[in-house]
């Protein structure tokens, strides 16, 4: 029994299936992300389509998203999400506390009876306008992309034997 545990145990690497490569988003040489099969990734190519899937697989200069293959040079940009940041929460609170002071001042001057020239004050609106303005920008951060070019560059690694 022991003898067949035993060789369970050293034929069962050669069943199992390897990781073929990984991409690496890097800039200027400082990795950013590393990509593996099975992750999302959204991307734009060269011929001004955006595809979104999951890498099915990652092969010399290929990147099977989809078990579809683009080659490395065909991606031009590729769009992340930062889900643990905080920006999406933080920049939609601006905006809305933005459009709060603003319609708070209206409701005011609506119930106040005063012409519209007097409804907003000049704190008030420079206040608004600052809020909305750095929470647009804000969750704009949330949505990084990264041209691929100068700054940015693609690079598979391949993790595969070295005679294949």
Do not use: C
Not at 22 to 45: A, C, Q, S, V
Not at 49 to 67: E, N, P
Not at 71 to 97: C, D, F, N, Y
Not at 146 to 157: A, S
């Amino acid at each position: 029994m022991l003898k067949i545990i035993l060789l369970i145990a050293l034929l069962s690497p050669l069943l199992a299936k390897t990781q073929n490569g990984i991409l690496i988003l890097k800039k200027r040489n400082k990795y950013i992300h590393i990509f593996r099969p099975g992750e999302e990734l959204d991307m734009e190519t060269v011929y001004k389509q955006r595809f979104k899937g999951t890498i099915t697989a990652i092969r010399h200069d290929s990147v099977f998203l989809d078990a579809q293959p683009w080659q490395v040079k065909e991606i031009t940009a590729i769009h992340r999400v930062r889900l643990w940041s905080g920006l999406l929460l933080l920049g939609s609170a601006l905006m809305i506390t933005g459009g709060g002071i603003l319609a708070l001042e209206t409701t005011f001057g609506l119930t106040q009876g005063e012409p519209i020239s007097q409804w907003y004050s000049n704190s008030g609106l420079l206040a608004a306008g600052s809020l909305l303005v750095s929470g647009y920008f804000i969750r704009k951060a949330y949505y990084p992309m990264y041209r691929i070019g100068r700054k940015f560059r693609l690079q598979v690694l391949d993790l595969g034997q070295s005679g294949h």
